[in-house]
Every structure is written in C-alpha cells, then in structure tokens.
C-alpha cells in the first residue's frame, strides 16, 4: 500500500506523493493525470479541496535531501511553491530525522529547517524563497519595452493602483496600497485577465495584493497561476514582502520580521540581501491533515475508490490558532 498526506501551509492545501515508496517512480504525464484526478472537486480525494500534488523524490545533487515538484489543479506545472516546500521540509525532516537541510526545486537547492512554532504548537518551518529578479525576461514580462517594473503605473491594469512585478523564481504582479483602492473583485479581474491569453505576460503570472495594517503587519491576497484563488501563496506573500521592504514606507526593513496575514491564516517573513542579492525567509505551519491509504495499481490508474483515509488531528489545532487571530480583507 502507497501513503499520500493531505498537508497544508497556511490552508494552501496540496495532495503528497512520495515516489520512492513507489516499484517505478510516475512519468509526468502520469503525474499531471494524477494530479487533475485527486484534487478533482467532484471525484477527488476528500473532496478535492485542494490546489495541487506534491511529488517528493530523491535528489542527484551533493548533499540534498530530496526534490520537490508542484503539479497545480490544472496539470501545469509551478516551479515554485513555498508553502508546499514548509510541508516538503516537515515530511523528509521526519523521515530522515533531519531538521536542517537543502531540498531540490525546479531551479534551486533551497535551505529549509525547523523552528520554533508560530504558535499553538504547530509544526513549523523555515523555507529559503530564492532566486528572485526583478529583470522582465525572467518573468517573461511585455510591458511597453520595459526591463524592469517597480511601483509604477500600468494604465493597461488599472488607472490608480502602481505595480511592482518579480520572480522568485515563479513570476508575480504585486500591488501594494493604503488607500481602500484594492478589492477582491478587481483582483479576481487582472489575475483571471492575465492568466488568459495576454501581451504583458505571455505564460501567465500570479497577481497579489497587499494591504499594510501596521508596523511589519501586512494583509496578502493572490489569485495563482493555474489554480486561482488560494486561501495562501507562499511566494507570493514573499514576494510581496519583498516589495513592501523596498518600498521604504517606514513600516518595515530589510532583516525584520514580518506577520503577513492571508486568508488561511498567517505566516512570517524576512527579506534579505547578502552580496547584492535578495532571498527571502518563510516562516509558517506545516501542518498534516489526512493520512491516505492507497493499492499502488489503483494509484497507476487513478481509481481513488478504495482509499483508505484517517484523520491525524492536526487540523483542529491549526484552527484553534486561526481563530485567535485578527481576520483582514479587502
């Protein structure tokens, strides 16, 4: 029998595979079939509430505990994803009785370790979100022959609002404002418009909005790249972290730690730049919802009719710390 887990960071909630557990490790074609299959609202597992797979493997790199791919709910591929990469870091910390290591991502060996809780005693780990640039070929990014966007205007998106897009690897517009000019409806709107075929961003781009609350607090909201609306993105508080730091408002620096709300809950950050280059901590809960039980040739075939699944309890304990926060949104 295989072993999936149901986990969560900051209710980002992802389906994960272990290949090694596996005789031959899933093609991925098999994977992003897969993937489609069990998050599947209808006909996936545990009603398919979730936003993607992760597929953990081992890594060919020197001294990296394992690899990470993310699969989102519409079979495409996210070269990134930190709140995936905290509940990665729990799984192989646990099975590799390691608390301190480098997991392989779609361009990066990142640094992850455990740290102490945000609170209620969840478990809790620290990812390294990197490479980032601001360069619009890395994004890919179109826009009106620039190399670089950096709170400035778009009038194409929107005649008030100033706009800041970067990759950290995987590509975001990030709007950051304190005058009641942001919505849920107008980021519904951009983030589905620039997902759809476009001239600015020809592979799509995940939208986040923020809202500063107070000193080093910040309220995020992101409509994703190939899943949509998220109850949390990890790069994209990240990455919104990141713009807020360099946006010298007075209301956080580079080094601080910041409590960045999101729907789902809330995480910390901490922007850095070390010999020119920024990299930026993520500090949240990984958190084990579901253990499911699965016939390794009922997997192959996508045939979830017969899993076995048990609750770990862990659930309660994260909503239990939700509910003691203070709950934003636009």
């Known amino acids: ?46 009603g398919g509430l979730t936003d993607g797979l992760l597929v953990v493997s081992s890594s060919e790199h020197a001294g990296v505990r394992g690899r990470m791919q993310v699969i989102n709910n519409d079979g495409s591929f996210a ?23 480098l997991v392989q991502t779609d361009q990066a060996d990142l640094h992850v370790g455990r740290v102490a809780t945000i609170g209620n005693g969840l478990p809790t780990y620290q990812v390294e979100i990197s490479p980032v ?33 970067v990759a950290v690897p995987n590509p975001h517009l990030i709007a950051i404002d304190n005058n009641n000019r942001l919505s849920t409806k107008k980021l519904a709107e951009l983030g ?36 949509g609306f998220t109850n949390a993105c990890g790069t994209g508080m990240s990455a919104t972290s990141l713009v807020w730091s360099l946006l010298n408002d007075g209301q956080t620096r580079l080094g601080e730690v910041n409590d960045i709300f999101n ?13 020119g280059a920024y990299t930026i901590d993520l500090i ?24 076995q699944i048990e609750s770990t309890g862990e659930e309660l304990h994260y909503q239990e710390f939700i509910r003691q926060l203070p709950r934003y949104r636009f």
Request: net charge negative; charged share 20%; proline share 4%.
């Open 79 to 101: 070269s990134m994803c930190g709140n995936g990469l905290r509940t990665v870091a729990r799984y192989l910390a646990e099975k590799y009785e390691e608390n301190d290591f």
């Open 192 to 227: 589905h418009r620039l997902n759809a075929s476009n001239p600015w961003f020809p592979k799509g781009v995940n939208v986040s909005f923020g809202r500063v609350i107070g000193q080093n607090q910040l309220f995020v909201q992101t409509y994703e790249r190939g899943v």
């Open 284 to 307: 949240g809960n990984a958190t084990f919802t579901h253990q499911i039980w699965i016939d390794e040739d009922q997997l192959r075939q996508n045939n979830l009719e017969q899993v």
């Open 133 to 165: 640039s601001f360069n619009a070929k890395n994004l890919p990014m179109q826009i009106e022959n620039q190399d670089k966007l950096f709170n400035a205007p778009v009038r194409d998106f929107d005649d008030q609002l100033l706009f800041s897009a």
């Open 1 to 46: 029998m295989i072993k999936l887990l149901r986990v969560h960071g900051s209710e980002n909630s992802f389906i994960l595979l272990d290949q090694e557990q596996l005789e031959i490790p899933m093609n991925p074609d098999q994977l992003i079939q897969l993937a489609i299959q069990v998050t599947n609202n209808q006909t996936g597992l545990l």
């Open 263 to 275: 729907p789902g809950g809330m995480v910390k950050t901490r922007v850095n730049q070390i010999h």
